[in-house]
């Protein structure tokens, strides 16, 4: 089945605590993004990436690190984590040729 | 700057009615534009996606949406409500498959 995995999909953590979101696809996709979501402000774009080795920030990059080694992962790091991180953040990924972003479920990350 | 607008926050539509959800933008040039839903708990669905050509699209669960360039709208709509349509909806609007930009969503009630 093609989908965009991310792991943990609920996550509690301490402010200044080291983590890191991990998110797949399967689907041979050249775009993957990071997105948080806050009531009353919709979507935002954090990061997003072209291409193995090439990211960019999106809206809202501070605070935030991601990766893009190989083609399929795309994790999002929080080096030291506040609680104005706190936030539903999904993953997405798109084919450069048919775009459109497919979504994962979703990490909800609460940090107290 | 690029903008999406969706001016209902919440819309109340009852089970078999016709629904029509607007969505205005702003962007330099022709954009691409997606509507999203995202029932409580998930990731996001695409719905539909414009890009060129006609501008009445057709997409899943019964969904079209009409981009009009004179006033720069791109509203979903269908025909006859179900309960299951009950979820919130995103228009979204971008240059290829990386920075998508968000409206801030319209939350869609069905009541029998």
């Known amino acids: 089945e093609a989908q965009v995995t991310q792991n943990p999909r609920y996550l509690i953590t301490v402010t200044g605590k080291k983590l890191t979101v991990t998110c797949s696809q399967n689907m041979n996709h050249e775009y993957m993004s990071w997105y948080r979501q806050d009531p009353g402000l919709g979507l935002r774009q954090i990061y997003y990436?072209?291409?193995?080795?090439?990211?960019d920030k999106g809206d809202v990059p501070e605070g935030y690190k991601v990766s893009r080694k190989e083609k399929r992962n795309f994790p999002l790091i929080l080096e030291s984590p506040s609680p104005n991180q706190t936030s539903l953040y999904f993953c997405a990924s798109s084919s450069r040729d048919r775009y459109g972003y497919t979504f994962g479920s979703g990490t909800r990350l609460t940090v107290v | 700057a690029q903008s999406v607008t969706q001016p209902d926050i919440h819309i109340t539509v009852s089970e078999g009615a016709s629904l029509e959800l607007r969505c205005n933008y702003s962007?330099?040039?022709?954009?691409?534009l997606f509507w999203y839903v995202q029932s409580p708990g998930q990731g996001l669905q695409l719905l539909l996606k414009?890009?060129?050509?006609?501008?009445l699209v057709q997409g899943i669960k019964g969904f079209e949406a009409e981009f009009k360039r004179s006033q720069s709208s791109f509203n979903l709509r269908k025909p006859s409500v179900h309960w299951s349509d009950a979820a919130e909806y995103f228009c979204a609007v971008g240059e290829g498959g990386t920075a998508l930009i968000f409206g801030k969503g319209t939350t869609l009630s069905v009541s029998s």
């Open positions: 414009y890009f060129s050509g006609d501008t």
């Open positions: 962007y330099g040039a022709t954009p691409y």
């Open positions: 990436s072209m291409n193995v080795e090439v990211t």
